[in-house]
């Protein structure tokens, strides 16, 4: 069941195609960015608030980077107890036919090059451009056999750029994080 449906979920994303489109670049998503994000836990209805960093470059000939520090703030501050800094980094590379991009594992010389093992719990993770932002993907298969999908954008808006997240548990979303990010020097 879960290997179906996976093929068919991912056969569904990757439909939405096309790696450059007309509005929105990857040279023009490009940058550093600092900004703030709120976690609304969509199960308890708990919120957080989130101070992060963004970094989306190029890697290597057609691929990017993005490069991510959420910093979850206790009573608004992140200099109390409680604080919990996450830092998080995926490369891509464009798919065969270019029309969307796949993770790009990190070259490290020390280390067998391992493969992805989606029913042992690692995620595959893709990303597709549009005309209304960067979309990244990643979808696991959990132990006890449910699924995830992840789905972060990142979109033009203003002086920076926009976040939209969404986790979603066998089909419901759970929690969903908004936020903005102002490009920096």
Known sequence: MIPRLAVLLLSVLLWNGGASAAG???ESLFG???GYATVVNLVTGAREEREMDV???PYKRRGFRVRWTNVTLVEGRRDRPGV???ELAVAFRPAPDGSYFVEAPEYNPFR???EVRPLAG???RWAVLDDSGLYVYSFLV?????YELQIYRRFPEREGIGLFYERILDGTVVKRITG???RTE
């Open 112 to 114: 067998r090059k391992e």
């Open 32 to 34: 550093s960015y600092t």
């Open 55 to 57: 970094v989306l470059e």
């Open 122 to 124: 690692d995620p595959i």
């Open 24 to 26: 929105v670049t990857l």
């Open 180 to 182: 903005y990010a102002v």
């Open 142 to 146: 959990l132990e006890d056999g449910r």
């Open 84 to 86: 919990k800094r996450r």
